[in-house]
C-alpha cells in the first residue's frame, strides 16, 4: 500500500467488472485508495472486488450493482459514496461497448440506439452525479477511457466513432466547468480522456496466441495511467487528451 497521490483517497469505478475494471480496481487499491465499483453484472462485479481484494489484504474494495442509464440511481450512488466515506475523489469511466460495420454504407443506425446509452448516456449521468463531489474534493478527478477513433473516425465504425467524440466533447465541458470553478488559483479538481485504440488483456492473447493486437494498451497499462492522473497537478491534466496510443 503507497503513500503517493492516491493514498486514501475515494474512488469510484464505472464498469467494474470488465477486464479494465479489474485491472483498475486491483492498480487503485494497490496505490492505497479506498475503490467503490460498479457494474450492471451482479457476480463479473462481484468476482472483479474478490480479487482485488484477495490482492491486496487490507485494501477496501467494494461493489455495487449501479443501472448508469438511471439518471436518479447514478446520483444515489455518488450521494452514497459521500456520505459513507466523507469525500469522492475520483470517477474512472470505464463503462465500453463497441458495434462497427463493413462500410459506411451498411452502417445499422440500430448500433447508434445501443452506443449512445453505452457511451454517451452513461458519462453523462456519471459527471453530472460527481461533479459537485470531486469539485468539494482536493484532489478530484473525472478519467473518460475514449478511442482513437475519435479523432480519425473509419468508414466502418461510423457510430461508434461519433458516440466517443461526443462523450470526449462532454468531458471537456465538465472540464471547463472545473475551470472556471478553480477561478485565477486553477482548477483543484480535472477531467481527464485517455485515449487507446483498443484494449487487451490475457484471456485476449490466449484465445489469439499468434495475433499481434499492434497499437493496443493492455489493461494492467491502462490502470497504471489512470492512477498516473493523480499524480500531475489538476491544472496540467484538466481538458487534456492523454494517448496512450500513436497519434493520428
Known sequence: MGNGALDGAVIAVAGAGGPAGRAALLRLAEAGATVVGSDNDPQRLAEAV????????????????????????????????????????????????????????????????????????????TSLAFHEPLQRSDRGRYVLISAAGATRPTAGNAAYSAAKAAAEAW??????????????????????????????????????????????????????????VWEKPAAEVNGTRLWLTEKP
Open 171 to 228: 468531458t471537456l465541458a465538465m472540464a471547463d466547468y472545473f475551470r472556471k470553478a478553480g477561478g485565477e488559483q486553477g482548477p483543484t479538481s480535472a477531467a481527464a480522456i485517455l485515449v487507446v485504440k483498443a484494449l487487451v488483456h490475457d484471456a485476449m492473447r490466449a484465445e489469439r496466441p499468434n495475433a499481434k493486437f499492434a497499437g493496443f494498451t493492455d489493461v494492467k497499462d491502462l490502470a497504471e495511467a489512470v492512477a498516473g
Open 50 to 125: 474478490d480479487a482485488a481484494r484477495y490482492a491486496h489484504g487490507g485494501a477496501t474494495v467494494t461493489g455495487e450493482t449501479v443501472d448508469l442509464l438511471d439518471r436518479d440511481a447514478t446520483k444515489g450512488w455518488a450521494d452514497r459514496i459521500e456520505k459513507e466515506y466523507g469525500r469522492v475523489d475520483g470517477l474512472v469511466h470505464l463503462v465500453g461497448g463497441w458495434r462497427g460495420s463493413q462500410t459506411f454504407t451498411k452502417t445499422d443506425l440500430g448500433d447508434w440506439d445501443l452506443l449512445e446509452k453505452l457511451l454517451i448516456r452513461t458519462v453523462q449521468h
